[in-house]
């Protein structure tokens, strides 16, 4: 049985931080890469941020750059998402996700169908 679990959710006022964590369980995910997508109400899921494997590659999405920092603790297979300065357009629930563990050099791992694991969710609100 394969699992992302993401505590760390939660009501924050704008211009605060939180940190998303991601943790896995079912097997190792050192060799893959993992990502942040958040699904807004009333829109589709979009992608926030990625890292690789080893964790010396990341990317964001151009609309969070500078505030997010995705980072991952291989030892304890966990995946983290710092959120800094939040918004109120941030308000969304946000989704972790992991690849399958075989590189793929055709993936920018900015789309959901790169990704073969999920998390459950977990509600990001901010208030304004």
């Known amino acids: 049985q394969v699992q992302l679990v993401e505590p760390g959710g939660g009501l924050v006022q704008a211009g605060g931080s939180l940190r998303l964590s991601c943790a896995a369980s079912?097997?190792?995910?050192?060799?893959?890469?993992m990502g942040w997508f958040r699904q807004a109400p009333g829109k589709g899921r979009e992608f926030v941020a990625t890292i690789s494997g080893s964790g010396s590659i990341t990317n964001y999405a151009e609309s969070v750059k500078g505030r997010l920092t995705i980072s991952r603790d291989n030892a304890k297979n966990t995946m983290y998402l710092q959120i800094n300065n939040l918004k109120p357009e941030d308000t969304a629930v946000y989704y972790c996700?992991?690849?399958?563990?075989?590189?793929?050099?055709?993936?920018?791992?900015?789309?959901?169908?790169?990704?073969?694991?999920w998390g459950q969710g977990t509600q990001v609100t901010v208030s304004s």
């Open positions: 996700a992991a690849s399958q563990p075989t590189y793929d050099s055709n993936f920018y791992y900015t789309e959901a169908s790169e990704y073969e694991y």
């Open positions: 079912g097997r190792t995910f050192g060799s893959c890469a």
